[in-house]
């Protein structure tokens, strides 16, 4: 069984921090292409950020880009996002999400979430202005 589990959202103040991370468990974690979506009220699911297997390359929306960061840890079957500079736009339901390809990883544009296979409950983010 497929799982992902989103944690470390919550509360915080606009310019703060927080730390996402999804654990993920029931599938071979270095043989997905992970990514973070979210999808605030009223909104369509938008990507966020997208890394390969190893680390080595990753992609970031233009909403994001500079202030969120993108980490694996392949030991650990867990994919981490710092979040940065927070502003209120930020607020929204946070996705972990995998993709199976262990060939591939496309890093000059954003994933659509059709691209996706497994995906987790989300861990909501609000930002305070």
């Known amino acids: 069984q497929v799982q992902l589990v989103e944690s470390g959202g919550g509360l915080v103040q606009a310019g703060g921090s927080l730390r996402l991370s999804c654990a993920a468990s029931?599938?071979?974690?270095?043989?997905?292409?992970m990514g973070w979506f979210r999808q605030a009220p009223g909104k369509e699911r938008e990507f966020v950020t997208s890394i390969n297997w190893n680390g080595g390359s990753t992609y970031y929306s233009d909403s994001v880009k500079g202030r969120f960061t993108i980490t694996r840890d392949n030991a650990k079957n867990t994919v981490y996002l710092q979040m940065n500079s927070l502003k209120p736009e930020d607020t929204a339901v946070y996705y972990c999400a995998g993709r199976y390809n262990p060939y591939t990883y496309r890093s000059y544009s954003t994933y659509t979430a059709e691209e996706f296979d497994a995906w987790g409950q989300g861990t909501q983010v609000t930002v305070s202005s």
């Open positions: 029931g599938l071979t974690f270095s043989r997905y292409v």
